[in-house]
């Protein structure tokens, strides 16, 4: 079920931000977890074992087992695997659903700024030019995932028996939905 943006948290200890890759979900998971207090659980350093070597199904299940019997957390991504686990314990989804120019643009910079400062991501790996131009790369995992995660976010935000979403649809209702929630925590 799709809602208003609401002007506090304080209702929402377990919240999930979804997006496609480039959106900004770290980023507003860590704005989050400042504001509201809430642990932030970087979910792709969990999911990703050094060397790009990504854990089998039933490990991301038990990895993330422990994270969501919490009674707080923010998590900056669902995966395919643990999805269920983890949404029978989310009580907000922050969806950002931007289009794809934005997500696209700020993932080829990011992407372009981590080649050049070996900036560690999803645990300790780094990016690499190899990587980057291969067809597993995250920039080609954009393009086969974008349509997906937006009719994922489109059925949650239907889906009256799942958790709440608040779907934002641009940078700018991204940014006066962080102002409208700093304003109701100062």
Do not use: Y
């Given at each position: ?9 304080h209702d929402h200890r ?73 949404l029978g314990r989310t ?96």
């Amino acid at each position: 079920m799709q809602i208003d943006p609401p002007p506090h948290l304080h209702d929402h200890r377990r919240i999930v931000v979804h997006g496609v890759t480039g959106t900004g979900k770290s980023t507003l998971a860590a704005r989050l977890a400042t504001l509201t207090g809430i642990p932030h659980v970087p979910v792709d350093d969990l999911m990703w074992q050094p060397g790009w070597v990504q854990r089998e199904p039933h490990e991301q299940v038990e990895t993330l087992r422990p994270v969501v019997a919490r009674p707080e957390w923010i998590l900056d991504a669902v995966w395919s695997a643990p999805r269920d686990l983890v949404l029978g314990r989310t009580e907000l989804v922050i969806a950002l659903d931007l289009p794809r120019h934005v997500s696209l643009s700020r993932l080829v910079r990011r992407t372009t700024s981590r080649l050049l400062t070996h900036e560690p991501i999803c645990g300790e790996n780094t990016e690499s030019w190899r990587q980057t131009l291969s067809r597993d790369s995250i920039i080609a995992w954009h393009f086969r995932s974008f349509a997906r995660k937006r009719e994922t976010i489109a059925a949650w935000a239907a889906d009256a028996a799942g958790p709440p979403v608040v779907r934002l649809t641009s940078r700018s209702q991204v940014d006066a939905w962080l102002r409208t929630l700093e304003l109701a925590h100062s």
